[in-house]
Nanobody, 114 residues
Framework: QVQLVESGGGLVQAGGSLRLSCAAS????????MGWYRQTPGKQRELVAI???????NYADSVKGRFTISRDNAKHTVYLQMNSLTPEDAAVYYC????????WGQGTQVTVSS
């Protein structure tokens, strides 16, 4: 079984920055893709950023140039550096990884005050 523990969410003023972390633990042989999604009440969960096993990345248009996803394979951890945050970025952020199966974190709240 694999567990994901997220950290780094919180309250920030518009224009500020936060760094989210998601560490995977348990029986892990290798992690393929890793990513971050976010969800606000009444809306579907949306992809924010993904980093593939080879290191390539992909971002939602709304965060390009502001967010950076990275990973530390030795630590089984994925990060999301979020800069120039706006109130529209406020959401619950979920990390996601794929091994043989897909796993989700429990979510971490990001609140951006205007």
């Amino acid at each position: 079984q694999v567990q994901l523990v997220e950290s780094g969410g919180g309250l920030v003023q518009a224009g500020g920055s936060l760094r989210l972390s998601c560490a995977a633990s348990g029986t892990i042989f290798s992690i393929n893709d890793m990513g971050w999604y976010r969800q606000t009440p009444g809306k579907q969960r949306e992809l924010v950023a993904i980093i593939f096993s080879g290191g390539d990345t992909n971002y939602a248009d709304s965060v390009k140039g502001r967010f950076t996803i990275s990973r530390d394979n030795a630590k089984h951890t994925v990060y999301l550096q979020m800069n120039s945050l706006t109130p529209e970025d406020a959401a619950v952020y979920y990390c996601w990884i794929t091994t043989r199966y897909s796993y989700w974190g429990q979510g971490t709240q990001v609140t951006v005050s205007s």
